[in-house]
């Protein structure tokens, strides 16, 4: 594949399909049509490429880091979050959107995506690594603190907001791709070969699962609602960016010198902010702008600056 052509396929499955969402927003189309569409992407779509990507990787060692790793790509920002940055919004509903900007990353999509283009199927097999587990963190810290500040917002010490059992969770269709995870780890480890045939179909998947990921992501934002924000976010550039990469690339160069773990986690660490911070907005109704207009702003900034850097340097021969 030339080499220009593989640089612009992240614009082409991020952009396009983000900007056909915002479209068809305009024309009103059904949201049943797009709830299928979501449905279709987690369940079949996301198992078989967590299925085939795992049956590719050779399991080392060090790749039992790469799943912890997201509690500290998690938890520095919510560190930071109530550390230094709490009272920058006054507004409780403000200050939980913003707290789920910081902590949750678009690993699975974007960073899977990006991974996939310098190293394959290894390197989106190494970033689903990484961001299984934040489900984890979303369940059982983002939508607790989300109700926490709900509850602040109505001046009351409880709020009636939708209650979550993890087991409800954690054992429902739309955690089908860990299943795929586990197929693929286990056929890894038993040394089943995998038809030629599988690198095709993995290919194309990888496509279709980033558009059908990203026309729900257009169709629910208000892009004039979340323009309000973007002045007021300007702290989640040093800290998704710089800090959190940083950190997580010594602690995994302390482990291990392999390059493609190295990249993966990188890639991982400066993920911009995740759709799920959106979600949880929309769930608890907080600050929904605010969520949105972070998701955008991290978004262009990690393909314009973080994407391009790192594809081209390591293009380029250079090392970690």
């Not at 890894?188 to 279709?208: E, K, R």
Request: aromatic share 16%.
């Amino acid at each position: 594949m030339d080499g220009s052509y593989r640089f612009f396929i992240v614009f082409i499955d991020i952009l396009i399909p983000f900007c056909l969402g915002l479209w068809l927003r305009k024309k009103q189309i059904s949201p049943e049509i797009i709830r299928y569409v979501i449905k279709t992407n987690v369940i079949p779509v996301t198992t078989a490429l967590s299925l085939i990507s795992f049956w590719m990787v050779s399991l080392t060692p060090v790749l039992l880091w790469l799943p912890f790793s997201v509690a500290f790509m998690c938890f520095i920002p919510a560190g930071v979050f109530f550390l230094f940055e709490k009272r920058r919004f006054s507004d409780p509903r403000e200050q939980g959107s913003y707290l789920a900007a910081m902590m949750m990353g678009n690993i699975g999509t974007l960073a899977g995506l990006c991974a996939y283009i310098l190293y394959g199927e290894t390197g989106f097999a190494y970033v689903q690594l990484i961001g299984m587990p934040q489900v984890l963190v979303l369940v059982l810290f983002c939508f607790p603190a989300a109700q926490y500040y709900y509850a602040l917002w109505k001046n009351q010490g409880s709020a009636a907001r939708p209650h979550f059992r993890v087991r409800e969770m954690l054992l429902t269709w739309n955690q089908l791709p860990a299943a795929g995870v586990a197929a693929g780890l286990l056929l890894s480890y038993a040394g089943v070969p995998h038809p030629a045939a599988v690198g095709t179909i993995f290919g194309a998947l990888i496509h279709v699962s980033a558009w059908m990921g990203m026309i729900p992501v257009g169709y629910g934002t208000d892009i004039k609602g979340a323009f309000r924000y973007w002045k007021r976010l300007w702290m989640l550039i040093p800290v998704k960016f710089m800090l959190v990469p940083a950190v997580l690339y010594g602690m995994t160069r302390y482990l291990t010198d392999d390059q493609t773990v190295l990249v993966c986690v990188l890639l991982s660490a400066a993920a911009p902010t995740a759709i799920f911070s959106v979600m949880t907005s929309q769930l608890y109704d907080l600050s929904v702008d605010l969520a949105e207009s972070s998701f955008i702003m991290t978004t262009l900034l990690f393909l314009l600056i973080i994407y391009p850097a790192v594809y081209w340097y390591i293009g380029s021969g250079g090392t970690l």
